[in-house]
């Protein structure tokens, strides 16, 4: 049996002020950090010694894989960090307030581009380039994504970087972000696309999947 353990990163400043964030940087608040030390110390627990780890490109989850590898003294072992793990992009929602996108669109409108796995967001007018994104070509940087678009960047990289590993025994740990978690969690468990809008992915909550040589689950356990 091998396993896989999904973490959402723990609070960001964004987490705490309610805002969308998507691809911009938001650092961990000292609750966020807090929560880190937890789940690492929840994570030495379990004994688990891990190939590699998994992250994205932004602050929030690289921060956090750095603090639960100290925790279980594993600092050593090899972290990835790839864009293809990014939040989704919330395009033009980005920097607003939650509640105050409900009342600007409405709650049911809002409900949707939050929890539904096609529904897009309001599309921003140009994408943002930054330099961490150089040497990749400009498309990937995308103007808003649905759940079901961010997918089709977050598959192919759990199928080329994470299954391969795994299915040599290999334990992998992923550090990354809610919408990132949950399109792993749909593609992993095969949700339905409506079933997804039910699934909540919390933050600095460890997911411990153990699986057979094939992938399938054997058992999954939060801490």
């Known amino acids: 049996m091998v396993k896989l ?59 956090t894989a750095d603090i639960v590898l100290e925790m279980i003294r594993q600092s050593s072992i090899p972290m990835r960090k790839s864009w293809r793990l990014n939040e989704r992009h919330y395009g033009a929602l980005r920097g607003v307030n939650k509640e ?36 990749y070509p400009s498309t990937i940087i995308p103007l808003g994504e649905s759940l079901k678009m961010a997918s089709r960047r977050i598959v192919p990289y759990w199928l080329d970087n994470i299954a391969p590993q795994l299915l040599h025994g290999k334990n992998q740990l992923i550090v990354a972000h809610g919408s990132t978690l949950r399109a792993l969690i749909k593609y992993i468990e095969g949700i339905s696309d409506e079933e997804i809008d039910g699934v909540e992915v919390a933050n600095a909550v460890p997911i411990i999947y153990e699986l057979d040589h094939k992938l399938r689950i054997v058992t999954k356990k939060t801490l």
Request: zero cysteines; glycine letters at 6%.
């Open 5 to 63: 353990v999904l973490l959402r990163h723990g609070q960001s400043q964004a987490n705490q002020t309610n805002t969308y964030t998507g691809w911009t940087d938001s650092l961990l608040t000292k609750e966020g950090m807090r929560q880190a030390v937890k789940a690492g110390k929840l994570l030495n627990n379990e004994k688990i010694w891990f190939s590699a780890a998994h992250t994205s490109s932004l602050v929030r989850a690289i921060k």
């Open 100 to 135: 105050f996108s409900r009342q600007l669109y409405g709650k049911h409108q809002v409900a949707l581009w939050r929890r539904s796995y096609d529904a897009i967001p309001p599309l921003m007018d140009s994408p943002d380039f930054e330099r961490r994104y150089n040497r």
